[in-house]
């Protein structure tokens, strides 16, 4: 087990100090008690509410609670405290605000740079002192891949039949694939629990189960202040137009979802939608999670933001981190250029975000698909635009005649009305120069409207509104017409 023999490795080497950051304290448990059986070590456990204890095999308590405070505990290993391994469960909330706790720490580190006492602090998130760092290694258990996670569903599923007379759980091999994928990058516990209330619910293993496990693996990550999660995606037929899209998406498709086939293409990266507001590129980029049949995360470029310093990027590379741990997914960064437009005024903060950001798009190997969507490209860094950041960059223009007849059938269809009931031509042609979203609007207004009036809805009511709205057109006409220069000399492909 490579674990074990890094963790010994670290421990041999007589660094006093371990920080060992996890959710999974069984698992740590149980490999700091395999590396201590091979160093023939002691191992010895500490918590607030069981005190300090020899473990061993089914953890047991030599002593009632004793030294369950903290400058406690540690003031008896400084003094007498055993050659051996401790582990010291979530110690983190003293390490903030109690300076008392952090001497004695370094206290120990300075008495056992021998190696006899190994200090392993285990817990969720650990942020050491400064002035504990030189005496400290980073330990991080190794997360199972999709062999190990479908070899522990596999064991879940023997488990529940064990229980339920020899009844097998039913399930499909490619469901069971789908599953392991959606379970990776969480802890050996996190896998068979999640597994657990999949297969407890039914005795079964369905494609329903899918959204549910992705669902709860990103609650699990925690980061719903900078990330959020689709809980329901979207599908290119609620979209009109964006052919060239659809067709660009369908080609990579496979390609994406089983790279190890791909036979030497490169896996698709990304792309970068750009366009009018209300164009429809949100919609297209919940439409990729659609077609893909993937979890699609919203990167919200705002919320990373933080007023300490550090902190927003450490906010980017957790959560990109979680982009990672939860692929495969499309992880769509909306109106990309509002948190990576530079600023002389921002001491420089928008630059080292971008960086963070072009590192990890280029160093990449998870199977993250980027959808990034922006309004405004004279705002975007030309070093997110060279070639080879995106796969392509599309411009989702206003939408033409067709389209607009098309974009009127879906939101007529949407609202229990009858197309066959309207004349498609004279709408399309009385909004030109309307975006998508100002057609659902008038439609909208036509309603309330006739609801008013107690009448219903017809062509002549859907023009009234049509004619009183000024597009973003023609309010903005200089800034897209600035827009589409811009995409037609660079060649960028229309959505």
């Known amino acids: 087990m490579q674990d074990a023999h890094d963790l010994a490795v670290i421990i041999a080497a007589h660094l006093p100090i371990v920080a060992l950051e996890t959710s999974d304290e069984k698992s ?3 490999l700091l008690q395999r590396v201590a ?6 191992l010895y ?3 607030v509410t069981d005190g300090l204890h020899t473990a061993s095999f089914g953890l047991q308590i030599e002593h009632d609670s004793q030294h369950c405070d903290p400058q406690d505990m540690l003031a008896h290993i400084k003094r007498r405290g055993q050659p ?3 582990m010291l469960c979530d110690l983190h909330p003293w390490l903030d605000d109690q300076p008392k706790v952090v001497r004695l720490l370094k206290d120990i580190a300075l008495k056992n740079e021998n190696g006899a006492i190994t200090l392993v602090l285990v817990s969720h998130a650990l942020r050491l002192p400064p002035e504990l760092s030189r005496f400290s290694a980073r330990f991080q258990l190794s997360l199972p891949n999709e062999k190990e996670v479908l070899a522990l569903v596999k ?7 064990a229980r339920n007379g020899g009844q097998k759980v039913r399930a499909d091999s490619a469901t069971l694939i789908r ?10 516990e996190e896998v068979r629990r999640l597994a657990r209330t999949a297969i407890y619910d039914d005795g079964a293993i369905t494609e329903r189960d899918i959204p549910s496990l992705n669902q709860a693996k990103f609650r699990l990550m925690d980061m719903e202040n900078v990330l959020s999660y689709s809980f329901e995606s979207e599908n290119f037929s609620g979209l009109g137009g964006m052919e060239n899209l659809k067709a660009w998406l369908d080609l990579r498709r496979k390609v994406f979802e089983e790279p190890a086939a791909s036979k030497g293409l490169d896996a698709p990266k990304g792309l970068l939608l750009l366009g009018v507001q209300g164009g429809g590129k949100s919609l297209a980029a919940k439409s990729v999670a659609g077609m893909w049949n993937l979890p699609m995360l ?3 470029m705002a919320a990373l933001y933080n007023k300490y310093h550090g902190e927003t990027e450490r906010n980017l590379r957790e959560a990109l981190k979680l982009a990672d741990q939860m692929a495969p997914c499309v992880l769509w960064i909306d109106e990309i250029e509002k948190g990576l437009s530079s600023a002389d005024s921002d001491g420089g903060l ?8 072009l590192t990890w798009m280029q160093e990449r190997r998870s199977q993250v698909f980027i959808v990034a969507t922006a309004n405004d490209i004279a705002r975007l860094p030309p070093e997110l635009l060279r070639k080879g950041r995106f796969d392509e960059i599309f411009f989702v223009d206003l939408p033409d005649q067709q389209t607009r007849k098309a974009i009127f059938v879906i939101h007529l269809k949407r609202r229990d009305l009858d197309p066959l009931h309207f004349d498609l031509d004279e709408l399309a042609a009385a909004s030109e120069g309307f975006s998508g979203a100002e057609i659902e609007q008038a439609i909208v207004s036509a309603l309330y409207s006739a609801a008013a009036l107690d009448s219903p809805v017809d062509n002549a009511r859907i023009l009234a509104e049509v004619a009183a709205t000024a597009p973003l057109s023609a309010v903005m006409a200089e800034r897209l017409d600035a827009l589409r220069a811009w995409a037609a000399e660079r060649g960028v492909r229309p959505a």
Do not use: P
């Not at 928008?350 to 950001?357: A, C, D, I, K």
């Open 28 to 30: 740590a448990q149980d």
């Open 155 to 161: 064991d879940e599923a023997r488990k529940w039949a």
């Open 179 to 188: 599953m392991a994928a959606a379970l990776k990058g969480l802890s050996h």
């Open 45 to 47: 456990r500490w918590s």
């Open 84 to 86: 051996g391994i401790y």
């Open 350 to 357: 928008s630059q080292r975000v971008l960086g963070s950001l």
């Open 37 to 42: 059986r091979e160093a023939n070590k002691t």
């Open 298 to 300: 919203r990167l919200d």
